[in-house]
């Protein structure tokens, strides 16, 4: 695709309902970042996954994240029993290697009511 | 732990003035340092970009400004336009992720 492609664009769901958020990434790209932005704020990093390595799940909050990406393409992060804390933007980005610049997708707009 | 501290939070500056945005970082192992430009409802895209080996990179109106042994960098956008207000990200790359600054929400008056 041109870009990375992320979808829901805008998400509302109600606390403690679990979401799912989904990343296109470029193709051909084998490495793939999810960030948090919350309003105001920078960004908070959150996964890396690097081709078939294991992914650095470093800057996930707590359990209720987790995310998954098949091979070199679709990258789903599912967030559990949302709190209202979770609300924010969730971007995910996608570069050809480690070594080159990230793009970034329009983000998922998450509502936690 | 702020890994990379930007400053100004936010900045106004004059149509054709220079904007100048501020970064500083600790760990000496960042190997690439971006800037991002992100407007309302729109993901951050990639502005320009310096590696630790090279003191100054300049695209157009857009420079960065590499001290590697201060351990800064800065953007300076030239003859500033409104059409350049938005919030611009540094960020700086390790092995494994990018760390991004808070933000500098930047508003040219015309």
């Known amino acids: 695709g041109a870009g990375v492609s992320q979808s829901p664009s805008n998400k509302v769901t109600e606390k403690g309902k679990d979401v799912e958020l989904r990343c296109d990434p470029i193709?051909?790209?084998?490495?793939l970042y999810w960030y948090r932005q919350r309003l105001g704020q920078g960004l908070e990093f959150l996964i890396y996954f690097q081709g078939n390595s294991a992914p650095d799940k470093s800057g996930l909050p707590s359990d209720r994240f987790s995310a998954e990406r098949t091979g070199e393409s679709v990258s789903t992060l599912t967030i559990q029993r949302t709190q209202q804390e979770d609300s924010a933007v969730y971007l995910c980005a996608s570069s050809l290697t480690r070594e080159v610049e990230a793009f970034f997708g329009q983000g998922t707009r998450l509502t936690v009511v | 732990q702020q890994q990379v501290k930007q400053s100004p939070q936010s900045l106004i500056v004059q149509k054709g003035g220079i904007s100048i945005i501020n970064c500083a970082y600790e760990?000496?192992?960042?190997?690439?340092f971006p800037w991002y430009q992100q407007f309302p409802g729109k993901g951050p895209a990639l502005l320009i970009a310096?590696?630790?080996?090279?003191s100054e990179k300049k695209e157009g109106r857009f420079t960065i400004s590499f001290n590697k042994s201060a351990k800064q960098f800065s953007l300076h956008i030239m003859d500033s336009q409104p059409g350049d207000s938005a919030t611009y990200f540094c960020a700086a790359r390790s092995v494994s992720q990018f760390y991004f600054g808070t933000g500098t929400s930047l508003t040219v008056i015309p």
């Open positions: 760990n000496t192992a960042f190997d690439y």
């Open positions: 310096i590696r630790p080996d090279v």
């Open positions: 193709s051909g790209h084998t490495a």
